[in-house]
């Protein structure tokens, strides 16, 4: 069913900049060539009724009833798959029309099920209303012949035709019963999701529709995109909470709070209540289109773990005390200053989450720089992403995406690295592979295959399947390639890059020790492929890179980034549509967290510290004085932590105790720590270490802003009321206020001018201006009012791109004979992060543990099999998991996933880190792999230690029932 | 803080910038890097273990944090 309130247009829009004049029904009409006569009417306010077409998808032309009559034509043309055409007369009501058409339908009602006032797609039917609107009286065929209505036949016999409900995905039923065989869910799982795990199975009265193989839903290849869902004129498809809750009455245009797609929703409410989330189509970063995640696993929102009360305890090992606001506010407050009295000003900070609003970071940093008097904040983005603004900070000039994501529909080459979009950016993953079905060239450098390389329509022109922690060598050896074959843009570098650096630069990359061929064995890619991979990017055209944490989360992550964006420069791929640098965010607001001065050392706006007009600006406008010199990191924290001099940590939205490398390691920094507060919804990892609980609010309680990958600010809207009573912003500025200092914003909007007024690349921010354009991408000011898709469009915005020498250097974490397999981490689709959320909804059905990945070979010699439980030793730690034997595994490499905390993937992570950020080095560490029958001795204290937290949690809980 | 932490840190940093062939632009790219992404009382221990020989420490390392600026106690 679609949106309640959007209008279909029929067909997609066209964007020829030709203009069409013609006439229908006696009305002048003007259009861009290209556009489906259906359309031209539905511009014009004509609907003509339609079945098989729908704007999301390519016209069909098979249900027949959209046939109009054209001057000077023969036959009745389908108004769908007509183009336009200049002069054109066109009449869509006549009354040969109207028989035809009531006879297309008659057809169609003959063989569906009539319990219309049952149905839960009653009231946004499209058949139903097609029926009204053709004025179908009477329904001459009767239902006793063959049908697909029934069970059984009116002998009694067993009906072949019909096909009961498969109930198997857990979001959404599918009742063939219903089916009217328009092909739309096919369509839309081919053209816009691109799984193609639907197919219209016989032909003619037989034809049926099913899931790949004949599967249930759940067991085909179905990602639950939910698009044929949403695509479905009928109740064939529909959502299972529709289908309980009936139809919404209003909706409210939110932003997705997963990940760093952005995809912009309409909540579908009854009054506070969510009956289904459809994807917006006038959203500018996902056009319709949304992932398992954003459409469905909505359901922690309400979940019954969620804490609603503010909790104390003095410490860790007491039962919790349920408190009123106020006082945890001025427990907070006195804690804080006590500590920063007895341990000094620095001895507290705060750390920010890429789950929280833009306003809410901002705010967080605000408190801490102006509140506490320090500049110890920091942000998840420090394990994730903090390279990506290092990196491209010093090479262009701005720590960000370079382009929008509908950039790549002008994209000759994608190259793709340290990513895997289908699973962790699954719209764009989505449009990228139509886009690569449309005929752009891939090439994936990847130690896995993963499913890009290979995928209905889709597959890699190159692999390169390097050695994991050798991103750099690789990038450095195509760069080698691209200068001593004279590909190299020589007037785009002339004019756009600094030229002593690039001269350095090209001596560098030049040196035989980055030839292909010498570096085969260290980086394990066959020099053929990557000359063949080099020419292409250099040669085939527009080419964009994308790419993600299997790039920065290495000790030479920064470097790495940098020598991406000088590939980039390299081969001009930079300042129009088509090209350009983009890293993939993890987070939903990993770049908002970054922009809002959530680091160290940076005010919002990437401006440094030690910057005296930026500081005095801040001074100024908060009314205190302020330091210049940088702050703690999150792992500075711990180490000052374990010697004893930082004691008191503000944790909004962050699960350090799980998401962080080295978990022993940073849990003893924990249990050093005098007051540890958290701000979450649910009793994370890192609440079983904390001294006060702070219930936070879920992005569907409050109003704020999100900005996603391309740097688009979209708008988080509040439908129900926060369950603990505050918005996070509230809490922040009430915690500020106990302690001293003033904060008073009447609404999230405020913040955001505050933010505006003193940061130059926001200064034409408003929720006003938002709200007008549906969304914004920064830089948006004087100069760009309206945003900025593309960045250094006629000039860098550091002036001249600066190419970084990237020396290879190899990771100090090697294999030897104790630890001879290398472990890399990633994600699925089905779960998010440390899974706080997904895991608490049906999403687990795909997806209900982490497995470690290995290879057959690696497997035999091992005596592993599939499902054998495996104990991983690194010289951090040793955690025990299911072994899946893998083919897209690499021999020497093994592979797991990080969403549930008992599995202690990051327990086995090292403290290595990235040189520049000190983002740690998730994606390699040096593992053996051995049969266990047992798990590790850290998950039985995990387990002994969450039972014990657990039991403190239900007492406390059990004192709130008697309050 | 835990001193080798710090040092190799430190001589990550280095790591990096001796790929400049330039030496003297390679010491100040390691200690603009420590001024502006170090808070203080990490540069200062570490300019501490450095007065005291500063075992451990690459050569780039050590010439960048000899001239290290660490502002005052007082004022930090
Ligand atoms: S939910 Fe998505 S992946 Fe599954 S069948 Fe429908 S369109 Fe295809
Ligand atoms: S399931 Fe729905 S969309 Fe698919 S063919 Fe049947 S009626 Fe059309
Ligand atoms: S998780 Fe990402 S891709 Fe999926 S709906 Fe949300 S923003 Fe879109
Ligand atoms: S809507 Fe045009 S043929 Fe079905």
Redesign the interface.
């Known amino acids: 069913m679609l949106s309640i309130v959007e209008i279909d247009y029929g067909t997609p829009k066209a964007t020829s900049e030709t203009i069409v004049e013609l006439e229908i029904d006696g009305r002048t009409v003007h259009v861009p060539e290209g556009t489906s006569v259906m359309r031209a009417a539905a511009q014009a306010g004509i609907s003509i009724p339609k079945l098989c077409a729908t704007e999301m998808l390519e016209a069909f032309g098979s249900c027949r009833l959209c046939l109009v009559e054209i001057e000077g034509r023969k036959g009745y043309p389908a108004s769908c798959t007509t183009p336009v055409a200049a002069g054109m007369k066109i009449s869509t009501q006549t009354p040969k029309l109207a028989e035809i058409r009531r006879g297309v339908i008659e057809l169609y009602i003959s063989d569906h099920p009539l319990d219309c006032l049952t149905c839960p797609a009653n009231g946004h039917c499209e058949l139903q209303d097609m029926a009204g609107v053709v004025g179908l009286r009477e329904v001459r065929y009767g239902y006793d012949g063959a049908n697909h209505v029934y069970p059984k036949t009116k002998g009694g016999g067993e009906n072949p035709l019909f096909v009961a409900k498969d109930e198997s995905n857990p979001y959404f039923s599918f009742d063939p019963s219903k089916c009217i065989v328009c092909s739309r869910c096919v369509r839309a799982c081919d053209e816009v999701q691109g799984t193609f795990a639907l197919t219209i199975q016989g032909s003619g009265f037989e034809s049926k529709v099913a899931a790949s193989q004949n599967n249930a839903f759940l067991d085909s290849e179905c990602v639950s995109c939910g698009a044929c869902v949403q695509a479905c004129p009928t109740a064939t498809l529909s959502e299972k909470s529709l289908i309980d809750k009936g139809q919404a009455e209003h909706t409210v245009t939110t932003t997705c709070a997963y990940c760093g797609v952005g995809c912009s929703f309409r909540a579908e409410m009854k009054g506070e209540e969510i009956v289904r989330m459809v994807p917006n189509k006038d959203g500018h970063a996902n056009h319709g289109h949304s992932c398992v995640k954003g459409r469905f696993a909505i359901g922690y929102a309400t979940h019954p773990d969620r804490i609603n009360t503010p909790m104390i305890r003095a410490k860790i090992s007491d039962p919790w005390r349920v408190v009123s606001w106020d006082e945890a506010f001025a427990h907070v407050a006195s804690e804080f200053k006590r500590l920063q009295a007895t341990y000094g000003k620095?001895a507290v900070g705060g750390i920010t989450s890429s789950r929280c609003t833009n306003e809410e970071t901002y705010l967080v940093q605000k408190l801490v720089r102006a509140g506490f008097g320090n500049?110890?904040v920091d942000t998840c983005a420090r394990v994730c992403h903090s390279p990506t603004g290092y990196g491209l900070k010093t090479t262009l000039g701005e720590s960000a995406g370079t382009q929008d994501f509908d950039s790549i529909e002008q994209t000759d080459v994608v190259l793709v690295i340290g990513a895997n979009p289908t699973d962790a950016h699954p719209v764009f993953g989505s449009q990228m592979k139509q886009r690569l079905r449309a005929g752009a060239k891939l090439i994936v450098i990847d130690p896995r295959r993963i499913d890009l390389v290979r995928t209905p329509h889709v597959h890699a022109d190159y692999h390169l399947k390097l050695k994991p922690g050798t991103n750099v060598a690789v990038l450095n050896t195509l760069a080698h390639v691209i200068v001593t074959e004279g590909l190299v843009d020589e007037a785009f570098v002339a004019l756009r890059c600094e030229p002593e650096a690039f001269a350095?630069w090209r001596v560098?990359v030049a040196q035989d020790k980055y030839s292909p061929e010498a570096m085969e064995a260290e980086t394990g890619v066959a020099a053929a492929l990557m000359r063949g991979a080099a020419r292409l990017y250099a040669t085939g055209g527009n080419g964009a890179i994308y790419y993600g944490l299997g790039v920065t989360e290495h000790?030479?992550g920064?470097?790495g980034v940098m020598g991406i964006a000088n590939l980039a420069m390299a081969t001009g791929n930079f300042g129009r549509e088509g090209v350009g640098v983009n890293p993939l965010r993890g987070q939903n607001n990993v770049q908002g967290s970054c922009d809002m001065g959530s680091f160290?050392?940076e005010f919002p706006g990437y401006r440094?510290v030690?910057d005296d007009a930026v500081r005095h600006s801040f001074e100024q406008a908060w009314g205190v004085s302020l330091?210049g010199?940088?702050?703690?990191r999150i792992p500075?924290m711990f180490?000052?932590a374990?010697?004893g001099?930082f004691k008191g940590l503000y944790i909004e939205g962050e699960d350090i105790a799980q998401s962080d490398p080295d978990t022993q390691h940073v849990t003893a920094a924990l249990s050093a720590m005098e007051c540890i507060v958290v701000q979450d919804l649910f009793f994370n990892e890192t609440a079983k270490y904390a001294h006060v609980f702070l219930p936070g609010s879920s992005f569907l309680e409050k109003d704020g802003t999100f900005t996603n990958a391309e740097r688009r600010i979209s708008r988080v809207r509040k439908v129900m009321a926060p369950k603990a009573g505050y918005a996070d912003w509230e809490i922040t500025q009430k915690l500020a206020q106990a302690m001293g200092y003033p904060m008073n914003y009447g609404h999230a909007s405020q913040i955001m001018d505050e933010i505006a007024r003193l940061t130059p690349t926001f200064h034409g921010v408003s929720f006003e201006k938002i709200d007008r354009l549906g969304s914004i991408q920064w830089p948006c000011n004087e100069e760009h009012p309206q945003g900025t898709p593309v960045l250094h469009v006629d000039e860098f915005v550091r002036g001249k791109g600066r190419f970084m020498?990237?020396?290879y250097?190899p990771t100090s974490e090697k294999v030897n004979a104790e630890h001879p397999l290398i472990l890399t981490t990633g994600r699925i689709l089905s779960q998010y992060n440390g899974g706080t959320q997904t895991r608490r909804t049906a999403n687990v059905m795909w997806y209900d543990e982490d497995r470690l990945e290995i290879h057959p070979h690696d497997a035999e010699e091992r005596g592993v099999t599939d499902g054998d439980w495996v104990g991983i030793r690194s010289r951090s730690g040793d955690t025990v998991l299911r072994a899946m034997i893998s083919e897209r595994m690499q021999p020497g490499v093994v592979y797991t996933t990080f969403h549930f905390p008992g599995s202690g993937a990051n327990v086995i992570t090292t403290?290595n880190?990235d040189?520049?950020?000190?983002c740690p080095e998730y994606k390699v560490t040096a593992v053996q792999v051995t049969r266990v029958t047992q798990p590790s001795e850290w998950q039985k204290r995990y387990r002994a230690f969450s039972d014990e937290q657990q039991a403190l949690l239900d007492q406390s809980v059990d004192t709130l029932g008697q309050a | 803080?835990?001193i080798e932490?710090l040092v190799t840190?430190a001589n990550?940093?280095a790591?990096?910038f001796?790929?400049?062939?330039n030496h003297a632009a390679a010491v100040d790219g390691v200690r603009d890097?420590l001024t502006?992404?170090?808070?203080?009382?990490?540069r200062r221990q570490l300019k501490d273990y450095f007065a005291q020989g500063g075992e451990g420490l690459l050569p780039l390392a050590n010439e960048a944090v000899d001239g290290l600026s660490v502002?005052p106690v007082a004022t930090?």
């Open positions: 620095h500049n110890n350095k560098f000790a030479q920064s470097t160290p050392n440094h030690g330091l010199e940088p702050g703690l500075n180490e000052a374990l010697d001099s020498l990237t020396e250097v403290e880190s040189w520049a950020t000190n | 803080m835990n932490r840190m990550d940093i790591t990096y001796a790929v400049e062939p890097h502006r992404f170090w808070d203080p009382v990490m502002p930090v």
